[in-house]
T-cell receptor, first 112, second 112 residues
Framework: QQQVKQSPQSLIVQKGGISIINCAYE??????FPWYQQFPGKGPALLIA?????SEKKEGRFTISFNKSAKQFSLHIMDSQPGDSATYFC???????????FGQGTRLTINP | AAGVIQSPRHLIKEKRETATLKCYPI?????VYWYQQGPGQDPQFLIS???????DKGSIPDRFSAQQFSDYHSELNMSSLELGDSALYFC???????????FGQGTRLTVV
């Protein structure tokens, strides 16, 4: 049973466009929602994270939107660049329990 | 800045052999996590340690064991290896009240 569901599985965006990846969760005890970027053969790298007390967090070209009532959160990448091409994972955890539950991943390709 | 160090980076073992993976967390991080990532899959939580004690356990086979030592490094021991154990194994660490987990580069285990 996938506790965190991520979509789409793959995404192709033109350079300069907006990339949007969505995640939904079931466990209302989750209180920490990070996004990780992973390049082939490398470890996941923390990109940006949000807690349920805010609805949006922006860091540079990356924005997380969080909808607590819908139990959904999304990653927006503005002005997408070829260097953003990677696999993106959303995740969720419960503070104290600490372990991350990952979504299935989205393979993002930015066409030049 | 110091990152999570994993060794070895690559390991080839035969079926039924034993493997030991090592993880050196970021200095002053007291929590270590182990994840297994199969090809095209999301990372799956195996086990975690906080202050040298097991803090959580996921889908870790009985053939696997792990521990965290007094210097906070951790080792994942895998016995009676099976072909299906071939995967990327990631270690992550976090520290104090900070939930952010930072991943190492991973160990690619191939069982032949």
């Amino acid at each position: 049973q996938q506790q965190v569901k991520q979509s789409p599985q793959s995404l192709i965006v033109q350079k300069g466009g907006i990339s949007i990846i969505n995640c939904a969760y079931e466990n209302t005890a989750f209180d920490y929602f990070p996004w990780y970027q992973q390049f082939p053969g490398k470890g996941p790298a923390l990109l940006i994270a949000i807690r349920p007390d805010v609805s949006e967090k922006k860091e540079g070209r990356f924005t997380i939107s969080f909808n607590k009532s819908a139990k959904q959160f999304s990653l927006h990448i503005m002005d997408s660049q070829p260097g953003d091409s990677a696999t993106y994972f959303c995740a969720a955890s419960i503070t104290g329990a600490q372990k991350l539950v990952f979504g299935q991943g989205t393979r993002l390709t930015i066409n030049p | 800045a110091a990152g999570v160090i994993q060794s070895p980076r690559h390991l080839i073992k035969e079926k039924r052999e034993t493997a030991t993976l090592k993880c050196y967390p970021i200095p002053r991080h007291d929590t270590v996590y182990w994840y297994q990532q199969g090809p095209g899959q999301d990372p799956q939580f195996l086990i975690s340690f906080y202050e040298k004690m097991q803090s959580d356990k996921g889908s870790i086979p009985d053939r696997f064991s792990a521990q965290q030592f007094s210097d906070y490094h951790s080792e994942l021991n895998m016995s009676s290896l099976e072909l299906g154990d071939s995967a990327l194994y990631f270690c992550a660490s976090s520290g104090g009240d900070n939930t952010e987990a930072f991943f190492g580069q991973g160990t690619r285990l191939t069982v032949v």
